[in-house]
């Protein structure tokens, strides 16, 4: 087969070659345990500051004040971390029925949607706030949100359509309405890709991911206020040895750890050509797509993902199609698209059921080239043609 043409970044990423070296590092020269304090434990322990250091920095933290870094297993453990820790923390009695309230948007990600409805089966309330057009509807939160708060979690870029959302403007309503309120933000698809600080955003808690930043499986980071640390205002989901500040216990990743913080760096070396990159990628397919598709484009959103909706051709059969070409696209996200529900965020968007179940997402990196978009293209519109005749 020809060479593959990788159109699926937002499930993740092709890990770099700074990012592989720093891993083979950490894994055969500093293969101790961070928390022993021998030779080969400190080697190891100083790789994890590194890159603790490095991520800190991709998030704008310059002084301790700032916050912490967390390190985890990725971007689901760091949401589910971020939503149970904080909710427990505040163990709050049930009060005319009701535990609480917790806002999310109507298309958040699998880690934070599932873990929203476990909280709603114990007796907590959740309200979505619609995301019609990829737009996050202000009104319905300042209409909804009260004092009964306690947790919001809005993503910062919805991993389906691209839309960004407003979070520090969220965020601010959420401030004044309910002022201890914890404010979580996911910006696993945001994280490089758009630029923004957990606090430009006025959030408490916000979660990355290694492997959608050109770093291998393995390694999440949840970055948490001072204040909400200070104020003990999240608690560990996992008990033992204590590491990450007795937050998060397990011995940490290392090797996995020490790619993304080396990932992070060169992220924020190159965030300006790439970005650059990436746009030109986009305004390069935008137009050859325009005339063959639906787009379903946000308002605002992040120039790295593309939804378009298919003329009556289930996605998964143009998925397998364009696989046999050695095209790699998605149907929904990575994690969803075996699970064959379908997608809330493109019903959430507005699209209808049998939209939803015939789009395709399209996800950019700097990686890819014209080239390649325009082979995808030529090889889309063979598809439908051909997929079409078949009806
Ligand atoms: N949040 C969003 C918006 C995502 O797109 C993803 C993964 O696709 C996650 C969270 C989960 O990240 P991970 O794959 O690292 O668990």
Redesign the pocket.
Known sequence: MEKMIYLDN??TTKPSEASLQKMQEALRICYGNPGSVHQAGMDAHKLLEEARRQIGASLGLRRAADGQILFCS???EA?NQAMFGTVYAKNRPEKNGTRGKIMITEGE?P?IETAAAKLEGKGFTVHRIPTRGGALDLEDLEQATDESVILAAM?LVN?ETGALYPIRAAADIIRRKSPGAHIHC?A??GYMRVPFTPMSLGVDTLSV?A?KIYAPKGA?ALYISQDTIRRKRIIPLLYGGGQEGRLRSGTENVPAIAAFGAAASEGMQEAKARAEKVRSLHDFLIPKLSGLVQINMPKFSADAIINITLPNIKSEVMLRALSAKGICVSAG???SARAKKVSRPLLAFGLTEREADCSLRISLSCQNTEEELAIFCDALEQELHRLARMR
């Open positions: 937002s499930a990725c971007g689901t949401n990600h880690s993503m991993n996911d696993v698809q991911s492997h999440g996200s990575a994690c």
